[in-house]
């Protein structure tokens, strides 16, 4: 089995900022690929940031220069460092891993985490 723990939401101010961790844990050959998504009230689930084994990373367009995504691959861990949050970032941050469990796994398997609350207040 594999697991995705996040930690790191919270409520936080207009202008604030928050750090969310994601561990992945449990049968794990390696990971390709890590991810944060979000989902607000009423809205889809969209792509926040992304980052790679190799370190490309990816943000959207609502993420680009307020956040950052970094991965801890001893660790399989990924973080995402949140600066200068809104209100329209209040949402259930998921995180999304691309793992491949054993060394003769011919497909990866994408993984989710339970969800963290991040809520930004006027």
């Known amino acids: 089995q594999v697991q995705l723990v996040e930690s790191g939401g919270g409520l936080v101010q207009s202008g604030g900022s928050l750090r969310l961790s994601c561990a992945a844990s449990g049968t794990i050959f390696s990971i390709n690929a890590m991810a944060w998504y979000r989902q607000a009230p009423g809205k889809q689930r969209e792509l926040v940031a992304s980052?790679?084994?190799?370190?490309?990373?990816y943000y959207s367009e609502s993420a680009k220069g307020r956040f950052t995504i970094s991965g801890d691959n001893a660790k399989n861990t990924v973080y995402l460092q949140m600066n200068s949050l809104k209100p329209e970032d209040t949402a259930v941050y998921y995180c999304n891993a691309e793992i491949k469990r054993y060394s003769w796994s011919k497909l990866d398997t994408h993984y989710w985490g339970q969800g963290t609350q991040v809520t930004v207040s006027d």
């Open positions: 980052t790679t084994s190799r370190g490309m990373t």
